[in-house]
C-alpha cells in the first residue's frame, strides 16, 4: 500500500512498518540532494488494515492515519522535521456500525477538521474522516481528537436508505457528498433535521454524468469551474443536457482502457508540469501519482 502524504513524501507500508520516501515529485531536500531518500520510518503496534494521509488543510498534523483490522483502534503518525515520527493510539468509541462489514471494501474519506488549525495553533484540531461501505444507507464520520480521548463516531443516514448500485465516495470541500449510483455521479448535502444530520440530493452540474468506478475529487469549493471543466479543455456535453463529463484521466492516450500503453505514455512524460499529456489524474504534473492512478484504474475507470 502506498500514499502521498502532505510533506509531499511518497508513505510505502509493509506490515507493521511506514516508510516515507521523499524527493520523488521533484522537490528535492537540501541535505538529501538525490531523489528516492528515506525521510522517515515508524513502526505501527499492529498490521493496520487501511492507512491515509492527515487532511492536508491541518497545517499542524502532518502525518498519516491507520486503522487495526477490527475498526477499534487509530493510530496517528505524526511526521515533524527534523524530528522522529511519533505515533498516537487512539480508541474508537463505537465500533457497532462496522460490525459485520469487511473493512478491505470500505471507503475511508479524510475531510478535514471541525475548527481552524495552524501550526501554532492546534486547539481542537480534530480530525473529520468520512466511511461508507458500497451499498450502505449511511455515511460513518469519526472524530480524532487534537492529542488523546476517544474517536467519536456519528453517522449520517442517506436519504433513500441502501441502494447497491451506490459503489463509491467523494467529499469536496464544501462538504458535499458524490456517489456513483448506477454508474452515474449523485451529490448529497448534510441536511440538519429534527432527528440528526441527513445526507439528501441537491442540485449540481455533476448529477447524471457517468461514471462507472471510484471518484476522485479536486478539493475546490464546489468542483466544477466553468473554465477549467469547458470543451477546450477536453469535457464534452452529453447529448440532451447540460451536465459535462470527461473521459478517464487514467485513459491518458484515450483508446477507452486503462492499461500498458497509458502507462508508457506516463513514463515517457515523467517530470512533465504543464499541458502533459501523461497526466493520469488531472493535477499538471507526470509523477508517481500518476502511476498509482492508471494501476488503480487498470482495465478501465
Known amino acids: 500500500e502506498a500514499i502521498w502524504a502532505n510533506d509531499r513524501t511518497l ?12 524527493g520523488l515529485d521533484g522537490g528535492l531536500d537540501a541535505e538529501n540532494p538525490e531523489r528516492g531518500f528515506v525521510a522517515w520510518e515508524a513502526t505501527l503496534p499492529e498490521v493496520p488494515t487501511k492507512i491515509l494521509a492527515v487532511p492536508s488543510n491541518l497545517q499542524g498534523r502532518n502525518g498519516v492515519l491507520a486503522f487495526s483490522t477490527d475498526m477499534k483502534q487509530l493510530f496517528e503518525v505524526r511526521a515533524e522535521p527534523d524530528q522522529e515520527p511519533m505515533v498516537q493510539s487512539y480508541e474508537v468509541a463505537d465500533t457497532s456500525v462496522f460490525s459485520g462489514v469487511n473493512p478491505n471494501f470500505l471507503n475511508f474519506v479524510g475531510t478535514g477538521t471541525e475548527s481552524d488549525c495552524s501550526p501554532t495553533n492546534q486547539d481542537g484540531c480534530k480530525i473529520l474522516i468520512d466511511i461508507f461501505h458500497p451499498g450502505a444507507g449511511e455515511v460513518v464520520q469519526l472524530v480524532v481528537p487534537a492529542e488523546a480521548g476517544a474517536v467519536l463516531t456519528k453517522v449520517r443516514p442517506i436519504l433513500g436508505g441502501p441502494n ?27 441536511i440538519m433535521r429534527a432527528n440528526g444530520m441527513v445526507l439528501e440530493p441537491i442540485d449540481s452540474p455533476f448529477n447524471g454524468a457517468p461514471a462507472g468506478g471510484g471518484l476522485l475529487v479536486d478539493r475546490s469549493t464546489t468542483n466544477f469551474d466553468p473554465v477549467e471543466h469547458s470543451v477546450e479543455n477536453g469535457w464534452f456535453d452529453l447529448a440532451g443536457g447540460d451536465i459535462e463529463e470527461v473521459f478517464c484521466p487514467s485513459d491518458v492516450n484515450r483508446d477507452g482502457n486503462v492499461d500498458f500503453s497509458d502507462m508508457l505514455k506516463v513514463l515517457g512524460d515523467w517530470g512533465c508540469v504543464q ?10 504534473l507526470v509523477n508517481f501519482e500518476d502511476v498509482l492512478a492508471v494501476l488503480n484504474h487498470w482495465g478501465g475507470c
Do not use: M, W
Open 164 to 190: 447497491q448500485t451506490r459503489s463509491s465516495l467523494a467529499i469536496n470541500d464544501a462538504g458535499h457528498c458524490l456517489f456513483t449510483e448506477g454508474g452515474s455521479i449523485k451529490v448529497y448535502a448534510p
Open 275 to 284: 499541458g502533459c499529456s501523461g497526466d493520469a489524474n488531472g493535477d499538471v
Open 11 to 22: 508513505v510505502l507500508r509493509d506490515g507493521q512498518r511506514l516508510v516515507a520516501v521523499g
